[in-house]
């Protein structure tokens, strides 16, 4: 970012909102380091997951926790990279700037039918799309006073990823 410090880009948004398409092309255009937040789960949250249960905050920190640390050691190292997490509630996403001051959001909106077609054509991924109404009531925008900045995602691929490079300055 100019000083010296590395730039942080966390890329939240319910399932099925382009979390992963969009961290994959913000990866590709700067070459930075990505990091799946889905890959950070313990595994006791994946099975949970997979039979379809919500998961509750209880197991979520440990989660968050984890991708925090990992970013932490980014920030310290001064290397700038790319994270896709669902960070739905501003309390999570607390927990990731928690100790990382260059991180900042690029928050994925769609409406609630353009999310359900995509999921159901995802079969292969443990999010059902029966979690996604949790997902819809769970989720809180991202703050005026959050680092950040919001992003359309009903578009092709293609052009959510160029919207999100420009709204973000890359
Ligand atoms: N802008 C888009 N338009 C249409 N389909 C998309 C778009 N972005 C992602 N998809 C598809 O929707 C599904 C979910 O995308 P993904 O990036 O995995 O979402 P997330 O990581 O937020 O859960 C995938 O099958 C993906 O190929
Ligand atoms: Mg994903």
Same mark, same amino acid.
């Given at each position: 970012m100019g000083d010296g410090s590395p730039d942080i880009v966390v890329v939240t948004g319910v399932a099925g909102v382009g979390k992963s398409v969009v961290a994959q092309g913000i990866a590709r255009a700067t070459g930075w380091t990505l990091a799946e937040g889905d890959g950070f789960h313990p595994p006791a949250n994946v099975a949970k997951m997979r039979a379809g249960r919500a998961l509750t905050d209880a197991d979520r920190w440990p989660w968050l926790a984890a991708l925090r640390d990992w970013i932490a050691v980014q920030e310290r190292a001064g290397s700038s990279c790319v994270v896709s997490c669902s960070a739905l509630k501003r309390s999570y996403r607390d927990v990731l700037r928690d100790g990382n001051p260059s991180v900042r959001f690029c928050a994925l909106q769609a409406d609630g039918e353009v999310l359900r077609g995509r999921l159901e054509s995802r079969r292969e991924h443990f999010m059902p799309a029966s979690l996604l109404n949790s997902q819809l009531g769970t989720q809180e925008p991202l703050g005026a006073d959050e680092p950040g900045v919001r992003v359309? #995602? #009903?578009?092709?691929p293609a052009v959510v990823v160029v919207s999100a490079l420009d709204a973000l300055g890359l």
């Open positions: 359309d #995602a #009903a578009g092709e």
